[in-house]
Structure formats: structure tokens, C-alpha cells
């Protein structure tokens, strides 16, 4: 028996225009309605995830950065996972080395060098603010996550595999989007995410489902005994789930809880 649902954001929970369709909310009110638990996880800082409070009812701690800072609904900070400077330093070149745009996110801030670089407008589209423009990443403290970014999606295919190899042991890098790499503290990451709900609310693994679309996700499908992948998800993704549901532009999260998670329930 589910007793809570993780969802990813992005490419799951809402659609490409990275809006909630009526049925997802409608979704998520019957599972409130069941009293099943509804949290959510994902790459965005927790300001890109507010939009979500009000129209899912949310309750539950939102898992920003990955799960490298948890806070509660009214964005009060329960968690804290940052990169440590000597870390922050080799991140920056090693991503720099494959000439990828560089992000950086900080507490409440999203710094870049260049506000033109690729998808910026669309991330500042999703997240609902602006970046801040600096001069220089040289003596940041408190880094959350470092972003790689490139519309060459085999190259930051091979900056994750790289940046895993050469500092596997002091962080966690994944591929949030194709053009996205995230690289957050080892234990900021979704599986980490999971377990930390399922301390909370003293739930074992096969009373937690999961659903998400990227490789990042399939870390919490690990960790819980219903996992559903989308069906824009990759085929890496979909075959280390134990569902596959529709596309996020075709209702799949709602057609997930419906059909995987309410069917049959009482």
C-alpha cells in the first residue's frame, strides 16, 4: 500500500511549457484525499518551486537542488547540503575543460557569467526569476549545485562521466536535462531524497512510489517499491522503472496515479 509519492518537477509533474495541467492538480487532490503523502524533488532552487505550493495543497518538504537543500512549505531550511570550496574550485575547471556554460546557485541566488549563454532565458522562464551576473565564481561559499550547460548533448554526456570519475567520491553529478549537468554534494541526490522522507514519516521502501523522466531520477526509483518513469523518459530511465506511464505533455503523471497508485484502492 503507497503511502507517498516523490515526483520529479521538470518533464514529469508538469508539462513542456512547465505549466500543471488540471488533471495533475486534480491528481494530487485525490491522493491528499486517500491520505497518501505528496512530495516533490527536483534541480530547481526552492523559489522555482513556490508556484507548486498552493495548487497541490503542498505539506510535505520540498527537495531543491536535488536534495541539496530541503526546505519546508514556507521555504524554511530543514536541510543543507553544499559543495565544499577546495571541491567548488574543481568543479568549475573540470566543467570549464569542456567548455560548458557555468551556472551556479547558491542559497536564493542563480549567478552566471553570461546572461546570453544557452538556456538561461528558459531556465529564468522556468525557475520565475532573474539570474544575478557576476564577474568572477573565484571564494564562493554555501554552493549548492554547479550547472553545466550545452545544446551538445553528447558532450555533456561526457562531462557527467568525467566529473564522476575524477570526483565520484565528493559529489554527485547527473544529467537533469540533456543539456543540463548537475553537480551537487554526494549526498544531495534523489535517492538521498527518498530516504530522508521515509525517515520522516517512518515509512519503509515499499510505501514510497517515485516517477520521473532524466538518469537523475533512477537513483530514487532504487530506493522505493513503486517506480514509474515517463513516457518522454529515455529508455535508460524507462527500463529501471517498474511502470511506464504517458508523456508529461499527455497527462502521464496524472494517468500514473490514477492507474498505478488510486486503481483499486478502497
Known amino acids: 500500500m503507497i503511502r507517498l509519492l516523490l515526483s520529479d518537477v521538470d518533464g514529469t509533474l508538469v508539462r513542456s511549457d512547465k505549466s500543471l495541467s488540471e488533471r495533475a492538480i486534480e491528481a494530487v487532490g ?13 534541480g530547481r532552487p526552492p523559489r522555482g518551486m513556490e508556484m507548486l505550493i498552493v495548487p497541490l495543497a503542498l505539506t510535505t518538504p520540498l527537495a531543491a537542488f536535488n536534495g ?3 526546505v519546508e512549505p514556507t521555504l524554511e531550511v530543514v536541510e543543507e547540503h553544499t559543495i565544499p570550496g577546495d571541491v567548488v574550485d574543481r568543479v568549475l575547471d573540470l566543467l570549464a575543460s569542456f567548455e560548458l556554460s557555468i551556472w551556479v546557485y ?20 522556468t525557475v520565475g526569476f532573474e539570474p544575478t551576473v557576476a564577474d568572477s565564481f573565484d571564494g564562493l561559499t554555501h554552493v549548492a549545485k554547479i550547472v553545466g550547460v550545452s545544446d551538445d548533448f553528447e558532450v555533456v554526456a561526457t562531462a557527467a562521466q568525467a566529473t564522476r570519475a575524477a570526483l565520484g567520491d565528493h559529489v554527485s553529478a547527473s544529467r537533469s536535462q540533456p543539456y543540463y549537468l548537475d553537480v551537487t554534494h ?41 517506480s514509474i518513469a515517463m513516457g518522454n523518459a529515455g529508455d535508460e530511465v524507462q527500463k529501471s522503472a517498474r511502470r511506464v506511464t504517458t508523456s508529461n505533455d499527455d497527462d502521464g503523471f496524472a494517468h500514473a496515479v490514477e492507474e498505478f497508485i488510486l486503481r483499486g484502492r478502497s
Open 106 to 125: 547558491r542559497e536564493s541566488d542563480w549567478l552566471v557569467r553570461d546572461p546570453d549563454g544557452p538556456h538561461v532565458a528558459r531556465e529564468a522562464h
Open 68 to 70: 541539496g537543500l530541503i
Open 186 to 226: 554526494p549526498e544531495a541526490n534523489k535517492g538521498s531524497v527518498v530516504q530522508f522522507l521515509a525517515a520522516r514519516y517512518d515509512l519503509a521502501p515499499d510505501e514510497i512510489a517515485t516517477i520521473g523522466d532524466m538518469p537523475n531520477d533512477v537513483l530514487m526509483f532504487a530506493h522505493s517499491g513503486l
Open 30 to 42: 485525490r491522493l491528499h484525499d486517500a491520505e497518501i503523502r505528496f512530495a516533490v524533488t527536483s
